[in-house]
């Protein structure tokens, strides 16, 4: 996360300039999706501007070729427009995906996947109410971001026809994992180059879904639900080389390649008002540090045998319990590695890093151990997604969405031990600082 700042010679760019009405009535559609129930309406068209051609008493003079230049003039496509059709092409695929996968098989045939055998009744039954709630989820995105690039001025993309290759549900179930791992690198690689801040940020909220989906498919398929600390980026040619695999036609890359025309494009991610990228990290270290003491303090207080017996837990087999001591692990090395890595950070940048504070997290048997953790990493993922934006440095965002997908991973884990939907929201709401620190200040006693 060692970052130089790249932002010290906007000042040599020429902007373009794009019509603010457009722009963040386009944003305001797609933060609309979680608001709506995914339907992905919107009042808000585009403001197309008003033909102003004269009439031919006020230009006599005016030539049939002036006035063909004068009319044929296209306004400059919204810098915004190519990767939201990125997105779009994305989501159009999971769509389909879920669409018709959930019409081929059946409750019973989904429950009953040899990948799932090792589980008990309570997990099994709900794999397939969750598959269609992330259908869902993917229906809304493909909503939202269709109605936000006609917003925009831009021709949304349309969808594909695909092949996805499964046969059983098993097989089903494996490509799931794939395409929703696959989303949520393909959101971190992307999410950088929006300009606007109020789309990014409902990017960064479909981002932590799209980890939150891929932290329960892994979990029923057998693997970490948050196998990094920092998930990973792919670019658009990464991204399209996987995805092409299951597409057999209508996808046109150069959809995605936004025209520069030689200006540079300014972002929208940084205000004058806002706080200084080094009170976001130290912000951000503030919750890590609180994380951190949370699994470390925790872990040393309970045992194995006694986080596997924990009551919240009776519903699960021994298949999924097992499992968890070791998963509550590899979320606290995940939180220790963040403390370390925003720490030397914040140095790097000619800061000094905030210490860790003294907590009482509350808690005296292991359910509410665990309870105490679904709220803290669900808080977490509203903390990155209200602060990550506001981030000036790109190389600094970056690691910051990557963090943040991660805390979505061990939120959606933690929410299916509580017994609670791993996925509640279509898009994952964003809290603000404030907000933020009045839950955290809960737990922190000096």
């Known amino acids: 996360m060692n970052a130089n700042d790249s932002s010290s010679d906007t000042t040599k760019q020429t902007p373009r300039t794009y019509d603010r009405r457009r722009i963040l009535a386009g944003g ?6 979680g608001l709506a129930g995914c339907s992905g309406n919107s009042d ?3 403001t197309a501007t008003e033909s102003s051609t004269p009439t031919a008493t006020e230009t006599p003079t005016m030539t049939e070729t002036e006035m063909e230049t004068e009319t044929e003039t296209p306004e400059p496509t919204n810098p915004d427009v190519p990767i939201l059709n990125y997105a779009l092409t994305l989501e159009h695929l999971e769509n389909a995906f879920y669409r018709d996968g959930l019409k081929m098989f059946s409750d019973d045939e989904l429950m009953g996947a040899d990948v799932l055998s090792k589980f008990n009744e309570e997990l099994r039954m709900d794999v397939p109410e969750y598959l269609k709630v992330v259908g869902d989820h993917e229906a809304g995105h493909v909503d939202a971001l269709t109605q936000t690039v006609t917003d925009l001025g831009g021709e949304p993309v349309g969808e594909a026809e695909y092949d996805f290759g499964y046969e059983t549900p098993s097989e089903f179930l494996a490509t799931a994992q794939a395409l929703e791992n696959t989303g949520v690198s393909a959101y971190a690689g992307a999410a950088p180059k929006v300009t606007n801040n109020a789309i990014l940020a409902a990017a960064a909220g ?13 979990l029923v398929n057998g693997a970490s639900p948050f196998p990094k600390a920092v998930d990973e980026a792919r670019t658009v040619d990464e991204v399209l080389e996987i995805a092409g695999q299951f597409v057999t036609s209508g996808v046109d890359p150069a959809a995605f390649e936004r025209e520069e025309d030689g200006e540079m494009v300014t972002y929208d991610r940084k205000k004058k008002d806002d706080v200084s990228d080094l009170n976001v990290l130290n912000y951000a270290l503030t919750l890590e540090h609180l994380e951190n003491a949370f699994y470390r303090d925790g872990l040393e207080e309970f045992n194995d045998d006694e986080l596997m017996q924990a009551d919240v837990l009776s519903p699960y087999g021994d298949e999924l319990k097992m499992k968890v001591p070791g998963h509550l692990r590899t979320a606290g090395d995940h939180e220790a590695g963040h403390v ?16 860790e504070a003294t907590y009482d997290f ?5 359910s509410e151990f665990l309870g105490v953790a679904k709220a803290l990493e669900n808080t977490g993922v509203a903390a990155y997604a209200g602060a990550a934006p506001t981030v000036a440095n790109d190389q600094i965002f970056s690691a910051a969405i990557g963090i943040h997908s991660v805390e979505a991973r061990h939120a959606a884990f933690l929410n299916e031990l509580n017994v609670s939907s791993p996925f509640p929201n279509a898009v994952d709401e964003a809290m603000t600082m404030s907000e933020v620190e ?9």
């Open 28 to 33: 305001a559609t797609l933060a609309a999706v």
């Open 438 to 446: 009045e839950i955290a200040g809960q737990f922190i006693v000096e």
């Open 340 to 355: 370390d890595a925003l720490t030397q950070t914040v140095k790097d940048l000619g800061g000094t890093p905030v210490e």
């Open 362 to 366: 509350g808690y005296e048997t292991p």
């Open 206 to 218: 479909i981002h932590s879904v799209e980890a939150r989906h891929a932290s329960f498919l892994n």
């Open 44 to 46: 808000g068209g585009s």
